[in-house]
C-alpha cells in the first residue's frame, strides 16, 4: 500500500503531526506487548524445562 495515497490533499500539517505521533504509540504498545509476551513465553518455558 502506497503511502502517499492515504495522505489527502487537504490535510493539514496538524493532523498529519497528530497522526504520525498515533502511528508512534501504535509501534510503541504493540513493541511492549511483544516484549511481554516473548518474557511470558520464556519464563513458562524455563519452568517447564526444570
Known amino acids: 500500500m ?3 495515497v492515504m495522505i489527502k490533499p ?3 500539517p496538524e493532523q498529519r503531526e497528530l497522526r504520525r505521533r498515533n502511528v508512534r504509540l501504535g509501534l510503541t504498545l504493540a513493541g511492549v506487548v ?3 509476551l516473548v518474557g511470558f513465553v520464556l519464563r513458562r518455558y ?3 524445562g526444570h
Open 2 to 4: 502506497n503511502p502517499a
Open 10 to 12: 487537504q490535510e493539514t
Open 34 to 36: 511483544l516484549v511481554l
Open 46 to 48: 524455563m519452568l517447564l
